[in-house]
């Protein structure tokens, strides 16, 4: 029996079943697998000729590693299952965490590399999870907004004040380390805000809580 056959109120709990956007952060796992193995491999390679007793392997000597996004197959069968199935898709909420590094001298990688920019520009609901200021992770994905937004819920989950650096008072000329990240916290917020505010989308700022499981 073809699929179209079932009644659409069935197929749109099979789309609800099979798509998800949080399936990216396998993508996340893939990299920080795929990163350590290299990086042992070379470590090994190198031990084993005798290059010194403890070598030191240049992270930015290795491969640079890249990983491949797929599409569900459930919208690759035909246009009308795609055009009923997109719409489930880009109600689901969305939670975002910072992307990792392929290797420590490196800078993130592309939220890009693991979401399609269409994706991104489509989803209705997003939780950006942050534990760190990340400016580079959160202006990219701001640009990437800046040039097609549809969300109409935007949480952002941040650390305490206190664990942010947020209030350190210091004169000018001289910074702390926590004083540092409480700057490069203030320029995150504030982009986020003001981006809100400009495309009129309803804004949730909350402490990061371990028990928080996004939004609903």
């Not at 979401?115 to 580079?136: D, G, M, N, Y």
Request: glycine letters at 6%.
């Amino acid at each position: 029996m073809s699929f179209l056959f079932l009644p659409p109120e069935l197929r749109l709990q099979i789309y609800t079943y099979l798509l998800d956007p949080n399936t990216y952060v396998t993508g996340y796992t893939n990299i920080t697998r795929l990163t350590s193995t290299a990086y042992e491999d070379a470590h090994a390679d190198a031990l084993a000729s005798n290059e010194s007793d403890r070598p030191q392997i240049p992270s930015v000597s290795l491969a640079r590693i890249y990983i491949t996004r797929r599409t569900p197959s459930i919208l690759l069968l035909n246009r009308q299952i795609t055009a009923e199935a997109l719409p489930v898709l880009y109600s689901v909420p969305l939670t975002l965490t910072g992307t990792p590094s392929t290797y420590l001298s490196m800078r993130q990688m592309d939220i890009a590399e693991f979401i399609s920019e269409t994706l991104l520009q489509r989803i209705k609901v997003v939780a950006l999870r942050l534990t760190q200021p990340e400016k580079a992770f959160v202006l990219g994905l701001l640009d990437i907004w800046g040039k097609g937004c549809a969300l109409t819920r935007l949480v952002v989950e941040v650390p305490r004040d206190e664990d942010r650096g947020v209030g350190d008072g210091v004169g000018p000329g001289w910074l702390s380390l926590e004083a540092r990240r409480g700057r490069h916290w203030g320029v995150v917020e504030s982009r986020i805000r003001t981006f809100a505010e400009v495309l009129r989308i309803p804004l949730e700022m909350r402490t990061i809580e371990t028990s928080s499981d996004g939004p609903e």
